[in-house]
């Protein structure tokens, strides 16, 4: 065998090998948890801004007789990971971290008419779904705060705080696995639809709306 023929097998060889590398890493390196848990505090998650958003609940005090457990709005999103797993399988995977983000009520008035508008950021917390980290809690579901003093600032950790307070309700009403996702249309309709539930693909919304009457 000539070098040229020799180098030009070694080259293409070496391509193949590489590319074979390219296409399983990925797979490899999405397989882990979206956030690290250190000496049992979960290190402040960053970038999840650019996860699966899932929906913004809001219950206000002007709603609630000025005295709702949860005023503000919640912007929640779930690890990319998890989201391909719940629109695949219809279930919330070990290793499942969901964040909400706290944003305040800010003004109730815009150019389309009377509501209730996001101001500012003013908290962080998260769930995990962890049997490794949750063993003895009910679902394996943990519940973690980084949302600083008078909501100015946020801490760089947190511990988890006693499931029970969360999780009495979460079990109770909760539609899915402790998570309420019949708040979460993103969620609900995404629960095991494969690709239908990246959006976009269905003509019939197949849902219970009714157009409120005097609408044209």
């Known amino acids: 065998m000539t070098n040229k023929k020799y180098n030009l097998i070694r080259f293409f060889s070496t391509t193949t090998t590489v ?20 000496d049992g505090e979960l290190q402040r998650p960053t970038g999840y801004r650019e996860w699966v958003y899932v929906g913004t609940p809001v219950t206000p005090n002007d709603m609630n007789n000025g005295k709702a457990a949860f005023p503000e709005h919640h912007n929640v999103y779930i690890d990319p990971n ?11 995977r ?3 971290i969901l964040i909400k983000e706290l944003v305040s009520n800010g003004s109730k008035a815009a150019v389309s008419g009377a509501g209730y508008f996001q101001g500012e950021f003013i ?13 003895n809690e009910p679902g394996n579901w943990a519940y973690y705060s980084f ?42 309709a995404g629960k095991g639809a494969g690709k239908n539930a990246t959006g976009g693909h269905l003509t019939d919304l197949n849902n219970s709306y009714i157009e409120p009457k005097g609408k044209k």
């Open 19 to 38: 590319l074979a590398l390219q296409l399983t890493l990925p797979a490899t390196v999405l397989a882990g948890d979206a956030f690290t848990i250190k």
């Open 82 to 92: 998890s989201w391909k797993h719940w629109k695949e399988t219809g279930k919330f």
């Open 94 to 96: 070990d290793g499942t």
């Open 123 to 135: 908290g962080l917390e998260a769930t995990i779904k962890s049997k490794k980290h949750s063993p």
């Open 147 to 188: 949302s600083g003093k008078n909501h100015k600032t946020l801490t760089a950790t947190a511990k988890a705080f006693p499931a029970k307070s969360c999780n009495a309700c979460h079990k109770a009403s909760a539609a899915d696995d402790f998570v309420f996702t019949q708040y979460y249309p993103v969620l609900s």
